[in-house]
């Protein structure tokens, strides 16, 4: 539960610029903003970096203008809220006796994209429009006004990760960071390379096909799309979409990324795995990602019947027929190689071993692993379904290694009889990553393949598992898991908001041992370093990836906001400590 702070303890919010000065910053600081409590408990004392976190400073949307426009302002922090769902005592000496236990910093949902690539489906979106055949049932997510920005939003989180340098509460520099999937959009080799590069700190040209123009929607006279350099557009007519002269240039600018300062740690997604991250990587697919055409709208049903087919039957005649027909229903553009689409054992060879992937996973293409940190141990699973559709699963393989490892780290855990087992063993404790959430491990497509409650049942049975960490849904929230047999407690869900969407934003994590019998999970939400406004330039990514977070607030289209609840952001999550 959410545990309510008496009025004698509730603690004082102070906004950004407040913060800043003097005696109210020190106070922040040194941890005068206390965590919630039904009684006056110790206040906590934070020892790392608050500014550049949102306990200092939030992000919210303004007063709506033109169409329902709204900009982006400054608000005020938020410190973090204690729960206790899951059992054990938020006891006052916790604070003086805890050390730390491992800090990580947490991306997901990246979604870096080609948003010129023939592979992309943005005629889907369109389809979805107010009066389009899908929009009873809108389908959303193949076209964003802000997909053009998404190197420059990575590369301002790696600049925000890199200057708060330490976690907020236990002040240690973060172990790692970690990308737990749809880092790349659309499976294509030059997504993966741009996000690779972007956090390896290398040279980036985010552009392909004719480097002399841009060729995707927003260059189109289709007036169902943003077109940011000017002209009449329905965003703009309808929803106050800004004029923003330059900006399709300045999104394919060259930049050197600063590169994240921690060593970092990937994780398969299914937008890495599958076209637009439902469709398998099928020959037809394959060929249009590297072709010259790319795919408009369709106006009538005869069109969409013949679009349909043509892609069914990778028919290259019918293709080249409504290339050159009056319709446009496919238009031409400048092939590139780059955008070809990358099997799960090519992703993981542009990898290496550098980041989590390991030579195993390199030999047999697989893309599960586990790595150490202390007494941490982490368990990387991929819950991707190469059958196809969004949703996840694990293949019984895996399934069975992941009960293998949690048995070799735990020296007592509940057997599936239910009865205790003992064994000697050194015990880990462990943390779970993954890109689905146990809620969305649904897809049963192929056979042979584990759902989300199996493997949920199959966690709450070892108590020294305490800890899930995942993306997916780009929504931050964090859910109990509770223990129903056995030993008290369970373990906690952290899941959090994605780049591409609203409020693009990403997590710290620290994990700490009271020493009172429990441990703290401490989740922190971060945003980037761009300013709350782009102010009219277009000169540096901070600047443009200001400009996306405001176009991402601004999406008309039919979508969620990923910023959820105050209990699902900054939050202490309490545990009873499994050994």
Same mark, same amino acid.
């Given at each position: 539960?959410?545990?309510?702070?008496?009025?004698?303890?509730?603690?004082?919010?102070?906004?950004?610029?407040?913060?800043?000065?003097?005696?109210?910053?020190?106070?922040?600081? /040194?941890?005068?903003?206390?965590? @919630?409590?039904?009684?006056?408990?110790?206040?906590?004392?934070?020892?790392?970096?608050?500014?550049?976190?949102?306990?200092?400073?939030?992000?919210?949307?303004?007063? #709506?203008?033109?169409?329902?426009?709204?900009?982006?302002?400054?608000?005020?922090?938020?410190?973090?809220?204690?729960?206790?769902?899951?059992?054990?005592?938020?006891?006052?000496?916790?604070?003086?006796?805890?050390?730390?236990?491992?800090?990580?910093?947490?991306?997901?949902?990246?979604?870096?994209?080609?948003?010129?690539?023939?592979?992309?489906?943005?005629?889907?979106?369109?389809? /979805?429009?107010?009066?389009?055949?899908?929009?009873?049932?809108?389908? %959303?997510?193949?076209?964003?006004?802000?997909? !053009?920005?998404?190197?420059?939003?990575?590369?301002?989180?790696?600049?925000?990760?890199?200057?708060?340098?330490?976690?907020?509460?236990?002040?240690?520099?973060?172990?790692?960071?970690?990308?737990?999937?749809?880092?790349?959009?659309?499976?294509?080799?030059?997504?993966?390379?741009?996000?690779?590069?972007?956090?390896?700190?290398?040279?980036?040209?985010?552009?392909?096909?004719?480097? $002399?123009?841009?060729?995707?929607?927003?260059?189109?006279?289709?007036?169902?799309?943003?077109?940011?350099?000017?002209?009449?557009?329905?965003?703009?007519?309808?929803?106050?979409?800004?004029?923003?002269?330059? &900006? !399709?240039?300045?999104?394919?600018?060259?930049?050197?990324?600063?590169?994240?300062?921690?060593?970092?740690?990937?994780?398969?997604?299914?937008?890495?795995?599958?076209?637009?991250?439902?469709?398998?990587?099928?020959?037809?697919?394959?060929?249009?990602?590297?072709?010259?055409?790319?795919?408009?709208? #369709?106006?009538?049903?005869?069109?969409?019947?013949?679009?349909?087919?043509?892609?069914?039957?990778?028919?290259?005649? =019918?293709?080249?027929?409504?290339?050159?027909?009056? /319709?446009?229903?496919?238009?031409?553009? %400048? #092939?590139?190689?780059?955008?070809?689409?990358?099997?799960?054992?090519?992703?993981? $060879?542009?990898?290496?071993?550098?980041?989590?992937?390991?030579?195993?996973? &390199?030999?047999?293409? %697989?893309?599960?692993?586990?790595?150490?940190?202390?007494?941490?141990?982490?368990?990387? &699973?991929?819950?991707?379904?190469?059958?196809?559709?969004?949703?996840?699963?694990?293949?019984?393989?895996?399934?069975?290694? !992941?009960?293998?490892?949690?048995?070799?780290?735990?020296?007592?855990?509940?057997?599936?009889?239910?009865?205790?087992?003992?064994?000697?063993?050194?015990?880990?404790?462990?943390?779970?990553?993954?890109?689905?959430?146990?809620?969305?491990?649904?897809?049963?497509?192929?056979?042979?393949?584990?759902?989300?409650?199996?493997?949920?049942?199959?966690?709450?049975?070892?108590?020294?598992?305490?800890?899930?960490?995942?993306?997916?849904?780009?929504?931050? +929230?964090?859910?109990?898991?509770?223990?129903?047999?056995?030993?008290?407690?369970?373990?906690?869900?952290?899941?959090? =908001?994605?780049?591409?969407?609203? @409020?693009?934003?990403?997590?710290?994590? +620290?994990?700490?041992?009271?020493?009172?019998?429990?441990?703290?999970?401490?989740?922190?939400?971060?945003?980037?370093?761009?300013?709350?406004?782009?102010?009219?330039?277009?000169?540096? #990514?901070?600047?443009?990836?200001?400009?996306?977070? +405001?176009? /991402?607030?601004?999406?008309?289209?039919?979508?969620?906001?990923?910023?959820?609840?105050?209990?699902?952001?900054?939050?202490?999550?309490?545990?009873?400590?499994?050994?």
């Amino acid at each position: 539960m959410i545990r309510d702070t008496p009025p004698e303890a509730t603690p004082r919010v102070f906004p950004r610029r407040q913060l800043l000065k003097g005696a109210a910053f020190g106070a922040v600081a /040194s941890g005068l903003v206390a965590f @919630p409590g039904r009684a006056a408990i110790a206040v906590p004392a934070l020892r790392g970096t608050v500014e550049g976190t949102t306990l200092a400073r939030t992000l919210r949307l303004g007063k #709506p203008g033109k169409g329902g426009y709204r900009k982006i302002v400054a608000g005020p922090g938020e410190p973090h809220l204690l729960r206790d769902d899951l059992g054990g005592t938020a006891a006052a000496g916790r604070v003086s006796k805890r050390r730390e236990l491992l800090s990580f910093v947490h991306l997901t949902d990246v979604h870096i994209i080609d948003a010129q690539s023939p592979a992309r489906v943005e005629y889907l979106d369109r389809l /979805s429009d107010r009066g389009g055949v899908l929009s009873s049932f809108p389908v %959303t997510g193949g076209y964003r006004p802000q997909e !053009l920005l998404t190197t420059q939003v990575a590369e301002s989180m790696v600049r925000a990760v890199n200057r708060i340098g330490r976690g907020p509460v236990l002040g240690a520099r973060p172990s790692f960071t970690i990308n737990t999937g749809d880092a790349a959009d659309n499976a294509q080799y030059n997504e993966v390379r741009w996000i690779i590069d972007v956090l390896d700190g290398k040279r980036i040209r985010p552009d392909s096909g004719d480097p $002399r123009r841009y060729e995707g929607v927003m260059a189109w006279s289709d007036a169902r799309y943003w077109h940011p350099h000017g002209g009449d557009d329905l965003p703009k007519r309808e929803h106050g979409f800004p004029t923003v002269p330059g &900006l !399709l240039p300045a999104a394919r600018r060259p930049f050197t990324a600063t590169g994240l300062k921690t060593p970092w740690l990937a994780v398969y997604g299914n937008h890495e795995a599958l076209v637009q991250g439902n469709l398998p990587l099928l020959p037809v697919f394959r060929e249009l990602a590297v072709g010259n055409v790319k795919i408009t709208a #369709p106006v009538s049903d005869a069109e969409r019947r013949e679009v349909a087919d043509a892609l069914r039957k990778g028919d290259k005649a =019918a293709v080249k027929r409504m290339t050159e027909s009056r /319709s446009k229903v496919f238009r031409e553009v %400048t #092939p590139d190689p780059d955008r070809r689409l990358l099997s799960r054992a090519e992703v993981i $060879r542009e990898h290496g071993t550098h980041h989590g992937y390991t030579a195993a996973n &390199l030999k047999n293409g %697989t893309a599960y692993y586990a790595f150490d940190r202390g007494v941490v141990r982490g368990l990387v &699973l991929d819950t991707c379904n190469p059958a196809g559709y969004s949703e996840g699963s694990l293949d019984s393989a895996q399934f069975a290694w !992941l009960e293998r490892e949690l048995v070799k780290g735990s020296s007592r855990y509940v057997g599936e009889d239910g009865r205790i087992v003992r064994r000697r063993a050194a015990d880990r404790l462990f943390i779970v990553f993954s890109h689905h959430t146990i809620e969305t491990l649904t897809n049963g497509l192929g056979g042979d393949r584990v759902l989300g409650k199996e493997i949920e049942k199959l966690l709450l049975r070892f108590p020294n598992a305490v800890l899930w960490v995942n993306g997916h849904t780009h929504v931050n +929230e964090v859910i109990p898991h509770r223990r129903k047999k056995g030993p008290k407690g369970g373990f906690w869900e952290v899941s959090t =908001a994605a780049h591409i969407d609203w @409020p693009q934003q990403s997590r710290i994590l +620290e994990l700490a041992d009271n020493r009172d019998g429990t441990l703290s999970v401490f989740a922190t939400v971060i945003d980037s370093a761009a300013p709350a406004s782009h102010q009219g330039r277009l000169d540096d #990514p901070d600047r443009l990836a200001a400009l996306s977070r +405001e176009l /991402s607030a601004n999406d008309w289209q039919p979508h969620l906001d990923g910023s959820g609840k105050p209990e699902d952001r900054n939050v202490e999550l309490l545990l009873p400590a499994p050994f």
